[in-house]
């Protein structure tokens, strides 16, 4: 059984395969994006998302791609005429702990120098910019270009508008591996059939690992199950996305009105059955720390919690890139928790190496091949 | 539920989803323009579902929906259930902590590594699952 061949096959629906489905089917290319689930998210990292669109906190490696990505989620809004529910209201990391605040104003300083515009805030002041916080907050890097949307929205959008635009869509179609003939890519072997392709990108993130495995690269990933909870709707009274620094938080309110409360708390998951299940420690920890940063919501019910299973690296980078000795595989996942953000710009870039032929230098510090030899090991092994 | 009544006899404007403001016309151009054909589905792209009750009212109505507007043979994917089971207040969860084991932290504290730090993370559940 073979399904109809394509150009390229995007393998895993999440934000940066619809982006890059969405960007590839804009440039002409015949492109068919295939996701184990449905249209609203796989179980995987876009939904284990918190939604959080930040540029601080990345490593320096990192800020260039987080300031050219970071402005598609306004001009790729207007484009699409979608509502990513994007707020652009500023994210600010506090401390309490004095011995915190020398790192974090080296942290704010290295960031500027980035041309990152983020600023430290002090005292007072800081609890004039996000009313709420207690006052043994000592101090936090404010920066205003940071902010949060709504991952579900933003991926359905993305995916509907590479439709739109010419690209296959096979929801509920899983890919059960690689083909490849004399070190380039053939075939994906799906559930639905064989699809012929030239090339693969894939962004199945923390399913990325098993996949590659089939075509004898080794991806050097962890799957972290992480889960999130979201509180029902009050009235408005966050701007601000908050994190707190040494502890396990970051928190928003969403247009909706609801708090969403995620900061990398461990849950269960299986990544053969794609099954989830909470780990009432990680809720009661993570509702303890809510309540400490941010006290007048102590009183908010929680209403829903749930887990997506995430990739992390082992540096805690994503890879992004064509692989070495593989023709036409393209790697775009193992984001480590901070993806989200700039998913969009990645799409774009990746649309642009199959435009062009070359990788984006935005890209070059997340190639495979920054783990040496060994990845390919298999590779080699197999030839 | 609503054997008696089909709910393409009710107008576009009726409420499906109290806790959301989800509406009859919404929820049929949900099911119209997207591949969503399960309740889960609806309730992503919806918000039907997503409030107070989390689905209790709404999600056997939307299940109807799907029935006669897309054709969906009764008895469609159930929702998914997502704990907890009832609203439990942010402060009760904090405190209530001491029953439960413990993962020793979250994954990833990003904010305070320096460039060039080694990560240095185990699995936060291996502890627990070694004992």
Redesign the interface.
């Known amino acids: 059984m073979a399904m109809k061949p394509a150009e390229v096959v995007v393998v895993g629906g999440g934000i940066v395969g619809s982006s890059a489905a969405y960007f590839l089917a804009k440039s002409g290319v015949d492109v068919v994006l295939i996701d184990s689930r449905g249209a609203t998210g796989s179980g995987g990292a876009s939904q284990a998302c918190a939604g959080g669109v930040r540029h601080q906190g990345r490593v320096p490696a990192e800020m260039p791609l987080a300031l050219y990505a970071i402005p598609f989620w306004k001009t790729l809004a207007e484009e699409l005429e979608a509502d990513f529910q994007y707020r652009q209201d500023g994210m600010t990391i506090v401390t309490d702990e004095e011995s915190f605040v020398a790192p974090l104003e080296e942290r704010v300083a290295r960031e500027r120098s980035l041309g990152l515009n983020i600023r430290m805030v002090y005292g007072e002041d800081l609890r004039n910019l996000v009313p709420g916080l207690p006052s043994r907050m000592l101090a936090g890097s404010y920066c205003p270009l940071d902010g949060h949307a709504d991952p579900l929205r933003t991926v359905h959008a993305l995916a509907s508008a590479a439709g739109r635009l010419g690209a296959r869509i096979e929801w509920g179609c899983p890919a059960f591996s690689l083909e490849q003939e004399k070190g380039r890519i053939v075939a994906v072997k799906t559930a639905r059939g064989d699809i012929s392709c030239n090339s693969v990108v894939l962004s199945a993130g923390a399913w990325s690992k098993a996949l590659a495995a089939s075509a004898q690269v080794i991806l050097p990933f962890h799957p972290f199950p992480l889960q999130m909870m979201v509180t029902k709707r009050c009235a408005h009274a966050l701007d601000q996305v908050l994190g707190w620094m040494g502890h396990g938080i970051s928190l928003k309110q969403v247009p909706s009105g609801g708090f969403v409360i995620g900061g990398g708390w461990p849950g269960h998951g299986n990544l053969v059955t794609g099954s989830t299940a909470l780990m009432p420690g990680s809720m009661a920890k993570s509702a303890r720390t809510t309540v400490e940063l941010f006290p007048s919501i102590s009183k908010l019910p929680v209403i829903r919690a749930w887990v997506g299973i995430e990739a992390f690296s082992v540096d805690e980078m994503q890879v992004t890139g064509p692989v070495p000795g593989v023709d036409g595989l393209f790697i775009a996942a193992g984001f480590s928790g901070h993806g989200f953000a700039i998913g969009l710009g990645v799409g774009a870039l990746i649309a642009d190496f199959f435009k062009t032929g070359s990788l984006s230098e935005l890209l070059l510090p997340f190639t495979l091949d920054r783990f040496g030899p060994d990845v390919l090991k298999g590779q080699s092994d197999a030839a | 539920m609503c054997n008696t009544t089909s709910a393409t006899t009710f107008e576009e404007d009726v409420i499906i989803c109290r806790c ?1 403001g989800v509406t009859l016309g919404q929820i049929r151009q949900c099911v119209k323009s ?5 309740v ?2 609806i309730k ?2 919806t ?1 039907s579902g ?3 009750c ?1 689905g209790r009212t709404c999600a056997g109505t939307v299940a109807l929906i799907l029935e006669k507007d897309a054709h969906i043979p009764p008895g469609v994917e159930p929702s998914h259930a ?3 089971v009832r ?5 009760d ?2 405190a ?2 001491n029953d ?4 020793a ?11 060039g730090d080694d ?1 240095g993370r185990t ?3 291996e502890n627990e699952q070694n004992r």
């Open positions: 959301e997207s591949s969503a054909r399960t889960n589905e992503k792209l918000r997503m409030g107070m989390q997502r704990p907890p609203p439990v207040l942010l402060q969860l904090a209530g902590s439960f084991r413990e993962p932290g979250p994954v990833s504290v990003i904010m305070l590594r320096k460039p990560p699995h936060p559940l």
